[in-house]
């Protein structure tokens, strides 16, 4: 068959274009590595050989490149806006942007690369082997170009040290493997910290916290909080536009919401139910009500319902010295009173919202549970001490009126200690999810550091209910 010269000439071009494609992309690729300032300073020994992170993460990031504002995770799959954009549905303004640097981009597309005073040195997170891959899920970088990398205990023994600012141990890999710095090599080293991390109540032998050189949890009395789980302003815990019911038309006492049917707690809400009417919903009730408790415990559905009571009781999963949950926040704005039994220092050291009234009840103040359901029996007939609870809400209403920023710090939890309005700051500037990944990124400054491990430092423990209860606290 012939071949015309029109057919000649396009077959011998093919060769041509591929061969001219594949030089402009090595002249890319190139240029991105080039101008890559930041990832020869993100080196790490794994496996016996110095590799960046952007070669030995490559399969992990690609699939968790997202618009962070606190933790960027590296985008290995393409060094253009244009993908990100279109992945995450981002401003399409930033499509036709190349990054420039080895981070994802800020708000999809605005291509920083800050510079600091100190060496990104990187950070480590240690964990089971057989939590791998969740570990790797933690690999990427903070906008201070400091690496963050999760690590199996297996691979401890190719990293490089002098590479390393601080390694996180959470609380269940450090339970499994008390040993776990007797092990590790050159300890201790003044610029080198170990953290010890618990994102629920530690309920291990209090002892262990020793061996660390700061704690960051979720007690309150940690020298670092993390998880935060106190909302961070007047403008999180009071929603105009809920109604809610006044004190003369709320139908119902109290009511208890609880799906973790813990036996020991429930003893303490079935005792109380001997003295006084109290509702028990979510998965641990024990009859049907008129009333449905909210699938979701977002503020406003959950304000709506709980306006319906006078008292919320909230108990804790445990009982641990100076941890406070979300449990504890769940009813305010709504006009219920917080009921509280939990951390043993709640009433004396956890700061009050408006710096002077008291806005919760703790149970432990009480030499009994019946003297606790008298005593609310009396505030439930009685609006004016009623009343005295819900005083911070004034406080809150008097710094709206003077047209001061309802959503700014500076006038909630007034008094709060230095860790405490740390953690305010980031969930009030990130949000309640990245500011997790926030604080972590702070561990990158040396600094920060050396302030966290000066504050002072409570060991947790558990703290059993008051004895004259009879109730057996976990």
């Known amino acids: 068959m012939r071949i015309t010269s029109t057919r000649k000439i396009l077959l011998r071009s093919i060769p041509l274009a591929l061969f001219a494609f594949a030089l402009i992309k ?4 190139s240029d991105n590595a080039s101008s890559s300032e930041g990832a020869s300073k993100a080196k790490a020994v794994v496996g016996g050989s110095a590799t960046t992170l952007e070669a030995s993460l490559s ?20 060094k253009d806006c244009h993908w990100i954009s279109k992945r995450n549905h981002c401003n399409k303004r ?26 990104p040195k990187t950070i480590l997170y240690i964990g089971l082997d057989k939590d791998e891959q969740r570990n790797a899920g933690l690999n990427g970088y903070c906008d201070n170009g400091c690496p963050i990398r999760g690590i199996g205990w297996k691979s401890l023994a190719t990293i490089d040290w002098d590479t390393v600012r601080a390694f996180i141990v959470p609380s269940k890999f450090a339970r499994s493997h008390p040993t776990v710095l007797d092990s590790l090599p050159s300890f201790p080293r003044f610029d080198l910290y170990s953290v010890l991390y618990w994102r629920e109540a530690f309920w291990s032998h209090p002892n262990d916290t020793d061996k660390y050189d700061i704690l960051m949890g979720t007690h309150f009395t940690d020298q670092i909080l993390n998880p935060c789980h106190y909302p961070p302003n007047f403008q999180k815990v009071i929603e105009p536009d809920v109604k809610v019911l006044p ?10 919401i609880s799906s973790n049917c813990q036996s020991n707690r429930q003893k303490f809400v079935a005792e109380l139910q001997n003295h006084m009417d109290v509702q028990i919903h979510g998965k641990c009730a024990t009859q049907n009500y008129t009333l449905s408790v909210p699938t979701s415990h977002k503020h406003p559905p959950m304000v709506k319902f709980l306006s319906n009571y006078k008292f919320y009781i909230a108990v804790e999963n445990t009982s641990t010295k100076s941890y406070i949950s979300e449990k504890l926040f769940l009813a305010l704005g709504s ?40 005593y609310l029996l009396d505030l439930a007939s009685n609006e004016t001490k009623f009343n005295e609870y819900l005083q911070w809400q004034n406080y809150a209403a008097a710094v709206s009126s003077q047209k001061r920023q309802i959503n700014s710090n500076a006038f909630w939890m007034p008094k709060a200690t230095e860790n405490i309005r740390e953690c305010l700051d980031l969930v009030y500037t990130l949000g309640k999810i990245e500011s997790r990944h926030g604080t972590i990124c702070k561990l990158c400054d040396p600094d920060y550091l050396e302030m966290a491990k000066q504050r002072p430092r409570v060991n947790p423990q558990n703290v059993p209910y008051p004895k004259k209860w009879g109730i057996p606290a976990t």
């Open 26 to 29: 090595l002249s890319l690729y």
């Open 59 to 78: 399969k992990t990031i690609a699939k968790n490149c997202t618009d962070n504002r606190s933790f960027r995770f590296r985008n290995d799959r393409n």
């Open 94 to 119: 930033w499509e036709n942007q190349t990054i420039a640097t080895v981070w994802c981009p800020r708000s999809c597309g605005r291509c920083t690369n800050k510079k600091t005073n100190y060496d």
């Open 247 to 256: 004190f003369s038309k709320r139908p119902h006492l109290a009511v208890h």
């Open 335 to 374: 006009g219920a009173i917080p009921v509280y039994l939990g951390a043993s220092e709640a009433s004396s050291s956890f700061p009050k919202l408006d710096g002077r009234t008291k806005w919760f009840i703790d149970a432990r103040d009480f030499p009994t549970v019946k003297a606790l359901a008298d």
